[in-house]
């Protein structure tokens, strides 16, 4: 196992020549080894340095202090500390007592091959990093509790929470633009559980789903007879969405006269089911959602001017996740737990190759894509941990974060083009990306970020005040 910083292992043993041994095994690669013939001790510097050791290598029989109360003492004070048990003397009782108290192995002396140790110990010292980053991941998820399932801390995000906590409580319609699977619908819900609504109803339909007839028939309803099939007559979204909210999800694949028919009802607040002579009032909040852009068709003559601007009262732009890479790692340890739990079995997390490829890929179908790649490695996990091996092809082949800002932050030429944006627009956009995604992989370390874009400290610091960044919210 390669590491980036030293490993540091506590050896206790009564017998001054085996830790003498187990510190030569040990010492051969970059781990310093503190060793101690005196359990209590031990324990006393374990407590000095607030548990901070990677590793207990113990001793199961000594005279002042048992390796058992070794065990039990290092897992009521540091309860992640991942403690082996060695002994000459081998019994299945005495292995049987040491797991049941929680010790993560349990190795035989003399340690023949001594392999055998360094790659016990190595995989302890695995084991305790990826449960620290996974409770520092729970701790940053707590923000999720807040926004009914929307994981994320990152500047963009944080921009998100704060202009749905603003709009929440007014009835403006709001449209809600986004690429396919930045979770559109998500934010709906959040801004319709915060509103004044919340405790009615919050209705859902996907606009481009639906023909023409069989749409505006589940939007408005329909009279007995009023196509072949309506057998009997039927109340539409807009009236099961009454005194609640109506996200219309792909907007702009409504056709013309849908279009209009909806117009209507933003204007003045009233339906008309089809093949009716007769309006009904509604009170409903209208939230619109889309991946297309809007303004583009209003220029085209695909979409209304006037339905444009009565749904586009507050925009609610949503990020690529490319965008806001540094949510990743929080948003795999979600979807772990998450499909774990569905599985009915339990994974540590991801091994950091495998988390620098989620990094650094460019993640087209942006959060749901996400999702389906953890799912199929939790499905397909053999191990306590998602490996580089469990990722799809083109994940795998995405190079590490670091490597890949410039491609993960590029805006293509034909989609400026698109966007139509100035020079000085498009190169602001670039560098944003560029700079949150430099942050991400370095995680806040200016020193480092500055050392990988090759240039000075003082011009970088320059840039992250231009665009507003704090190094410090990436850490």
């Known amino acids: 196992m390669s590491s980036q910083a030293a490993r540091s292992i506590l050896v206790i043993d009564d017998e001054p020549d085996m830790v003498g041994v187990a510190e030569r095994i040990l010492a051969r690669s970059d781990r310093h080894i503190a060793g101690f013939c005196l359990p209590n001790r031990a324990l006393a510097e374990l407590e000095a340095r607030s548990g901070r050791f990677d590793a207990v290598l113990s001793d199961l029989k000594m005279p002042e202090t048992s390796g058992l109360d070794v065990l039990q003492a290092v897992r009521d004070r ?16 005495s292995a049987v007592a040491a797991m049941k108290l929680g010790a993560y192995d349990y190795i035989v002396k003399p340690f023949d091959p001594p392999d055998g140790l360094i790659a016990i110990v190595d995989r302890a010292v695995e084991h305790k990093r990826l449960r620290d980053r996974n409770l520092f991941l729970e701790k940053r998820l707590d923000i999720a509790a807040r926004f009914e399932g929307i994981i994320g801390s990152s500047p963009p995000m944080r921009e998100v929470f704060a202009l749905i906590e603003s709009v929440a409580r007014s ?4 449209l809600i633009v986004g690429e396919s ?3 559109k619908e998500l934010v709906a819900r959040a801004v319709h559980e ?9 209705v859902a339909l996907n606009c481009g789903a639906l023909t023409e007839t069989v749409l505006e028939s589940e939007l408005f309803g329909h009279v007995k007879g009023a196509f072949t099939g309506a057998i009997s007559s039927r109340r539409g979204l807009f009236e099961e969405a009454s005194g609640g909210t109506l996200l219309l999800d792909e907007v702009g694949e409504l056709t013309p006269r849908t279009q209009v028919r909806l117009l209507r009802v933003l204007q003045e607040g009233e339906i008309r089911p089809v093949g009716s002579s007769q309006s009904k009032a509604v009170d409903v909040r209208v939230i619109a959602a889309t991946h297309r852009d809007l303004r583009r068709m209003v220029e085209r003559g695909e979409f209304r001017e006037d339905l444009y601007y009565r749904l586009n009262v507050i925009l609610v732009p949503l990020p690529a996740l490319r965008d806001r890479s540094e949510d990743i790692p929080s948003l795999a340890r979600h979807f772990i737990e998450k499909h774990c739990a569905l599985a009915e079995r339990e994974l540590l997390g991801v091994h950091p190759e495998a988390l620098d490829r989620l990094v650094g890929h460019g993640w087209p179908g942006n959060v749901r894509e996400l999702e389906n790649v953890i799912e199929r490695a939790v499905v397909l996990a053999q191990s306590d941990t998602i490996t580089v091996d469990l990722l799809p092809l083109e994940v795998r082949k995405s190079s590490s974060a670091a490597a890949s800002l410039g491609r993960s932050s590029l805006v293509e030429p034909s989609a400026v083009v698109e966007t139509q944006l100035a020079f000085n627009d498009a190169r602001n956009t670039f560098e944003r990306r560029y700079l949150r995604t430099l942050l991400s992989a370095t995680s806040g370390n200016s020193t480092e970020a500055a050392r990988i874009a090759g240039v000075d400290r003082s011009n970088l610091r320059r840039l992250f005040k231009r665009h507003a960044i704090d190094p410090r919210t990436f850490r």
Do not use: K, N
């Open 78 to 93: 540091w309860p992640s500390l991942p403690v082996i048990i060695m002994t000459g003397y081998s019994t299945i009782e």
């Open 171 to 174: 009835d403006a319609t709001l």
């Open 181 to 183: 699977g930045t979770g």
């Open 194 to 202: 915060r509103s004044d609504r919340s405790q009615r109803a919050f």
